[in-house]
């Protein structure tokens, strides 16, 4: 048996299209939350190291790993993460 998700049930069965995309842009920016600190982790950098490497400021950093920031960062800037983390940048949908 497949398990339901929480996104899986507001997706079929929530008739306001706001809240539902919402929803998404908030799981949207927790992942990329989850990603960033992950990309760092993996790198062996700091906050203030990545930030640096990838021309921008630690509070920017903290604010990406931290989830808090309610805007969704540009491709541009997650392109400079990667390369200063030494990853490769690739977006999916699915």
Do not use: W
């Not at 990603?35 to 903290?62: D, F, Y």
Request: proline letters at 2%; aromatic letters at 4%.
């Amino acid at each position: 048996m497949k398990a339901v998700t929480l996104t899986d049930v507001i997706q079929k069965e929530c008739k306001n299209k706001k809240f539902v995309q919402r929803f998404q842009h908030e799981l949207l920016i927790n992942e990329i939350a989850k990603l960033v600190v992950q990309l760092r982790q993996n790198a062996s950098l700091t906050q203030c190291a990545l930030a640096k490497k990838a021309g921008t400021t630690q509070p920017v950093i903290a604010r990406l790993e931290s989830g808090s920031d309610t805007r969704i960062p540009s491709l541009e800037l997650l392109a400079r993460l990667a390369v200063a983390a030494n990853a490769r940048l690739k977006i999916a949908v699915y």
